[in-house]
């Protein structure tokens, strides 16, 4: 098959490195890639978003299957672009349709979805301009901390928990009034603060059928002991310490089946990722989001545990057959720790080159914000490199991804050196 792939991060470079280990992969190419997808397939100067250019390459290329990795080009349309196309509706998307992206792309949506097929989540409410002073009323009967939420994309940044009220009062109205997230902010959704652990669960189904993919864990925010600002994640750890086989099934009968059912019920088409980010409170699952792809560092950890050909489990997808692949997992823990631009997530510097890749061993290097510019690997982006290690236990694997980013060098280069601090 000759295979697509839509990104240019680490988790499109990690996607990229698995079908390769593919026999059914005969080209490979990925639109617009990285540094590292350059190394393993064909870049394509292509936005994941320019359906008609991308229409175009997978003519030209000759294109069976389209992988999508980012969120964007889904909330856009483009399984849609594809299926109402005669000349592109044979090849298969792995990704959901519109209406089912509508899961990530509207927080309001996704709440609504939660609260009509009785899947836990926390208590909400959404407002938008017009509703500002009931936003007010609805913010002073709850406990702090506060919850905000852009009911829009908002690159992983739309979310705010803010301890004191009147400062809750005044983001609130500078995000629907003063537009903090533009259009995404539009609509706020306020919701009751959880109090516990976080992790990630990862589901793959074909619209009928689902297989659940290994827990994972990230760290989100820039400071160690998780402080500062949020970021697109530092890094994530799999499988999950905390959780247990018995809280594993409370997660699969209480949100992965209804999930799946509430979507087939409601008539969403999905063939794809669902993520599902949750919290552990008390010994109850609780779910925060969902977001319709894969997790990016979360990625990271989950695929290179996975031992079953990934080119056959998204044929199993394409053809709504996934309940006859059997995913066999790796039973080390792999980790991830993500080296980032200094400054980052608000403003950095890109263009520095990056050395020492070479002198990486025995670690996955996975390149995001990085680029290949006049024959040198440069930074490109905030999260620049993912570097990925097994162990028999977290501490084991988290050793060698550390010790293996001391050999990594670019001017004012950061990573968390706390990752996993927490279990």
């Not at 499109?12 to 890639?33: I, M, R």
């Not at 994309?153 to 400062?167: M, Q, R, Y």
């Not at 489990?313 to 080390?332: G, H, K, M, P």
């Not at 006049?374 to 490199?385: A, F, L, W, Y």
Request: proline fraction near 4%; hydrophobic fraction near 40%.
């Amino acid at each position: 098959m000759n295979i697509l792939i839509l990104g240019s991060g680490g988790r499109e470079h990690t996607f990229t490195w698995k079908v390769k280990q593919s026999d059914k992969c005969k080209n490979l190419y990925v639109a617009p890639g990285n540094s590292g997808t350059d190394q393993i397939a064909t870049n394509l100067d292509i936005a994941a978003t320019d359906f008609p250019a991308l229409k175009k390459a997978v003519l030209e290329k000759a294109i069976d299957m389209v992988v999508v990795g980012p969120e964007d080009p889904l909330v856009q349309g483009v399984h849609d672009f594809f299926l109402a196309d005669e000349q592109l509706k044979h090849v298969a998307v792995i990704g959901p349709q519109k209406a089912a992206a509508a899961l990530e792309g509207s927080k309001e949506f996704a709440k609504a979805f939660m609260s009509r097929h009785n899947i836990p989540t926390a208590a909400y409410q959404s407002f938008d301009a017009s509703t500002l002073e009931k936003g007010y009323g609805f913010l002073e009967s709850l406990k702090p901390p506060y919850v905000l939420k852009a009911d829009g994309l908002a690159a992983g940044k739309g979310v705010l928990i803010i301890n004191d009220l009147e400062e809750a009062k005044a983001e609130l109205k500078n995000m629907l009034v003063d537009a903090k997230f533009g259009d995404a902010s539009a609509k706020v959704v306020i919701e009751e603060f959880l109090d516990g652990i976080e992790l990630s669960c990862f589901v793959l189904t074909d619209g009928k059928n689902y297989k659940i993919l290994p827990t994972a864990k990230d760290y989100k925010r820039i400071g160690e002991g998780d402080t500062g600002l949020n970021t697109g994640g530092m890094g994530a750890v799999s499988p999950v310490p905390f959780a247990t086989p018995d809280f594993l099934s409370k997660i699969e009968e209480r949100i992965v089946k209804p999930t799946v059912a509430g979507l087939q019920k409601d008539n969403l088409p999905y063939k794809g990722f669902i993520f599902i980010g949750l919290i552990k409170v008390g010994n109850d699952p609780k779910v925060i989001e969902y977001n319709v792809r894969m997790g990016d560092p979360e990625t990271e950890v989950v695929l290179p545990r996975l031992k079953t050909d990934l080119v056959t489990i998204f044929q199993a997808i394409a053809n709504q057959t996934l309940d006859q692949v059997s995913l066999v997992v790796d039973d080390r823990t792999a980790t991830t720790v993500m080296v980032v631009s200094g400054g980052y997530p608000e403003s950095y510097e890109k263009g520095k080159e990056i050395s020492g890749l070479e002198a990486i061993e025995g670690s996955i290097t996975f390149h995001a914000g990085a680029i290949k510019k006049d024959g040198k690997i440069v930074t490109s982006g905030g999260r620049v490199m993912a570097v990925t290690s097994f162990g028999n236990t977290y501490q084991e694997a988290l050793k060698k991804s550390y010790q293996n980013i001391e050999k990594l060098h670019f001017d004012k280069m950061y990573y968390r050196k706390d990752i996993g601090f927490d279990l």
